[in-house]
């Protein structure tokens, strides 16, 4: 489909710095501008990856988060669904670390949730 989602950052990147080139503005109005291209040309960078990091890391906080228990619903394949799917997922893993017992028999438990915040601190592209 065109324009595709690099063509419409780009564009909207090749406009600020026309607007940015071609006028006299403020010093704080041309680095908002700059600050607005810097912000573009990351979502650029990590929108390729955005959608198959959410699905993985969704598929791993609902295995966490069930610990094996039942399957779960269909899982959605639209940007913004899954991103909704995370943030609700992501809400109910504060909820499990904010409830879990602090005794000696869910140490395993807690470790599981460590290495899942390690691993999504250290993959995530967003």
Not at 101 to 112: L, S, T
Request: proline share 6%; hydrophobic share 40%; with cysteine.
């Amino acid at each position: 489909m065109r324009p595709t989602i690099h063509e419409q950052l780009s564009g909207v990147d090749r406009l600020l710095g026309l607007a940015d080139e071609s006028h006299s503005l403020p010093a704080e109005t041309s680095e908002l501008l700059s600050n607005a291209r810097r912000l573009i040309k990351r979502v650029a960078t990590s929108w390729d990856t955005a959608l198959p990091f959410l699905l993985d890391d969704n598929a791993r906080l609902s295995e966490l988060l069930n610990a094996g228990v039942g399957a779960e619903a269909p899982v959605p394949t639209d940007f913004t669904a899954v991103a909704a799917r995370n943030e609700e997922l992501r809400g109910s893993l504060a909820q499990l670390i904010s409830t879990i017992p602090r005794d000696p028999e869910c140490r395993q438990r807690r470790a599981e949730i460590g290495r899942y915040l390690q691993w999504r601190v250290a993959t995530d592209p967003t």
